[in-house]
């Protein structure tokens, strides 16, 4: 196990000089910019100053939307990309001269990186024959993971790659990382090949492994569900940078930036913009919004302000039922009915802001229904529309 820090890292890699011709890269290049590295006249920037520190034992998920860095990050850390400046430090010594298998890292692929020629056995075998180590101590260092790998594995471990599931493929990967004993476990989103039901195995196994090894790992992956399910905090990233590390309640309740507010979150924070400082009020259109006394002396009149709002904190009602809540009228737009758990998402419209709130599915409703949208005051989020920042 270690300790993993970084300081100040950046990574610059050369702008291609000719515009893509084939189809996928061309697709690549029209995103939306915000989602893409930012292009400058030295190339593009993958990783923009980028400071983070892993503790000793504990699991971090780096989650943020494609080409934000994400992997080029797991690839500076392991030692794959070492053309880049400021530090890595492993328990407080700069690896960027160490080659990374003398790192002591255990690398997944998602595309599982397996060895064909030989069968699990022999994936798991491999560092070891390559190390010069025992037969004694390989055997029970195999069969010690094997155990902790769970039913079943032992089964894996004569059979041919080729001859494996997608699920068994990954099962193998993640015991071949695991074996050697890793200072520092990397997963490049090792679930994205799998089915769905496969994927909610596999991440319950990583999970459990994790947890019972306590390895310094870091994760990479797209997926808020499994960042939800594995991380003790999780590292979000947009164009290279950080934008903030929390558990995922900090971040959902206190986000440091619009981008962070509309990206987390399962729906994420409903962000209401067009909307000023009047007064102590936040006006959007005919509604007027108390501002919470914390931001009076920070705000200024007819400051653009952007109202952030999640759907736990939306109630709907068709009549007036609490005078301390905000209360507006609305129609309602759209019904998602959810019969695991007897509720429904009622997506509700006033003037050009529409909201999002949860009501039990007993509650009857229908589409073009006059209803009231109720919001508690104490749970709004505020900011500013220039800069993006929460205010």
């Not at 515009?19 to 893409?36: G, S, T, Y």
């Amino acid at each position: 196990m270690a300790k993993i820090q970084l300081r100040d890292v950046s990574l610059t890699y050369d702008t291609p000089t000719k515009d893509p011709i084939n189809r996928l890269l061309k697709i690549e290049k029209d995103r939306a910019q915000e989602d893409l590295p930012v292009k400058t006249g030295r190339g593009v920037i993958a990783l923009d100053r980028v400071n983070l520190t892993i503790p000793n034992g504990r699991t971090f998920v780096v989650l943020g939307p494609s080409g934000c860095g994400k992997s080029t990050l797991l690839r500076v850390i392991s030692g794959l990309t070492k053309d880049y400046s400021g530090q890595v430090l492993y328990d407080g010594e700069d690896v960027q001269a160490i080659e990374p298998k003398d790192r002591e890292i255990g690398i997944v692929f998602q595309s599982y990186a397996l060895y064909p020629n030989f069968n699990s056995e022999g994936n798991l075998t491999f560092f070891f024959r390559m190390n010069k180590v025992s037969d004694e101590k390989t055997r029970e260092r195999i069969q010690y993971t094997s155990e902790l790998m769970g039913i079943g594995f032992n089964e894996l471990l004569p059979r041919q790659i080729g001859t494996l599931s997608g699920g068994e493929k990954q099962r193998v990967a993640i015991a071949r990382a695991i074996v050697r004993a890793p200072r520092l476990l990397l997963l490049d989103e090792p679930l994205s090949n799998l089915d769905a039901k496969l994927r909610v195995q596999t991440r319950t196994e990583i999970k459990r492994l994790l947890r019972r090894f306590s390895i310094t790992s870091l994760y990479v992956t797209h997926d808020q569900v499994e960042a939800i399910a594995l991380a003790d905090q999780i590292v979000i990233m947009r164009q290279g940078r950080i934008e903030q590390v929390g558990t995922y309640q900090d971040l959902i309740e206190n986000p440091v930036n619009l981008f962070v507010a509309g990206f987390l979150g399962m729906p994420p924070m409903k962000l209401l913009s067009r909307g000023f400082i009047a007064g102590n009020r936040l006006a959007l259109g005919d509604t007027l919004i108390p501002l919470p006394a914390r931001l009076l002396s920070i705000v200024r009149e007819n400051q653009p302000v952007t109202l952030g709002v999640r759907q736990e904190s939306v109630t709907i009602s068709t009549e007036n039922s609490s005078p301390n809540r905000i209360q507006f009228p609305a129609e309602v737009e759209s019904l998602e009915p959810d019969y695991v758990h007897r509720t429904q998402t009622v997506h509700l419209r006033t003037g050009p802001w529409t909201y999002a709130g949860l009501c039990s599915l007993d509650f009857n409703l229908t589409i073009g229904q006059r209803a009231r949208i109720e919001l508690a005051p104490e749970r709004l989020s505020f900011f500013d529309t220039n800069s993006g920042r929460r205010l």
